[in-house]
């Protein structure tokens, strides 16, 4: 299948600071990409969809000046966890999609964001 | 909004016996419907997906699912379980939103 490559995997920050996270699709072209948020022993909950070129839809509860995502091309998406507090430490998942509703998704690797 | 309830948290069967997951949706639309599964430490895979075709939709491993419009079900079996199996899976909803949401997982355990 199709290979999402999402760096860093684990990260720690301290307090206060802005933490990057890139999602890239290494052999196909992914005209959406979804960030989730995974809870220890929990399911995803999805944060946002976004569509290359256009602003990211966030869902209801999801703070979009703290959550920062931009999806510039084909291939790249980055969330920015921006002003990180310790509430914020989570596993964070991207997936790429190429088609639309009917294609699957394939998932990054997740990155594990421990605040300080 | 479309949403997808899986019915069961926590599964155990014996390795050889049969596996049911269940998982019921809710779409305004025509859905299309997946099954993920996540092993420990490892990132989520695609077992099969249902996409308005056939409604018995079979997958890796030996995994298949049937689309229920009806009783708006998409439930994940195997005819055998196997102590590979032992992981969390996923049903997951699309439509025409283009949104994909997952539901609260089943935790699949498969004892010798």
């Known amino acids: 299948g199709a290979v999402v490559s999402q760096h860093p995997s684990r990260v720690i920050c301290k307090s206060g600071t802005s933490v990057k996270i890139e999602c890239r699709s290494l052999d196909f072209q992914a005209t959406t990409m979804f960030w989730y948020r995974q809870f220890p022993k929990k399911s995803l909950m999805l944060m946002a969809t976004s569509n290359e070129g256009s602003k990211a839809t966030y869902e209801q509860g999801v703070e979009k000046d703290k959550f920062l995502i931009n999806h510039a091309s084909l291939t790249l998406s980055t969330l920015t966890v921006t002003s990180a507090h310790p509430e914020d430490s989570s596993f964070y998942i991207c997936s790429a999609r190429q088609g639309i509703r009917n294609t699957e998704a394939f998932f990054g690797q997740g990155t594990r964001l421990t605040v300080v | 909004a479309q949403s997808v309830t899986q019915l069961d948290s926590h599964v155990s069967v014996s390795e050889g016996t049969p596996v049911l997951l269940r998982c019921n949706y809710s779409?305004?639309?025509?859905?299309?419907l997946f099954w993920y599964v996540q092993h420990p430490n490892k990132g989520l895979q695609l077992l099969l997906k249902?996409?308005?075709?056939?409604?018995l939709v079979k997958g890796i491993n030996g995994f298949e699912a049937e689309f229920k419009k009806s009783e708006t079900s998409f439930h994940l079996t195997k005819p055998s379980a196997h102590m590979s199996d032992a992981a969390e899976y996923f049903c997951v909803v699309s439509d025409r939103s283009n949104d994909m949401r997952f539901g609260a997982g089943t935790r699949l355990t498969v004892k010798p």
């Open positions: 779409s305004s639309y025509s859905p299309s």
């Open positions: 249902y996409t308005s075709a056939a409604t």
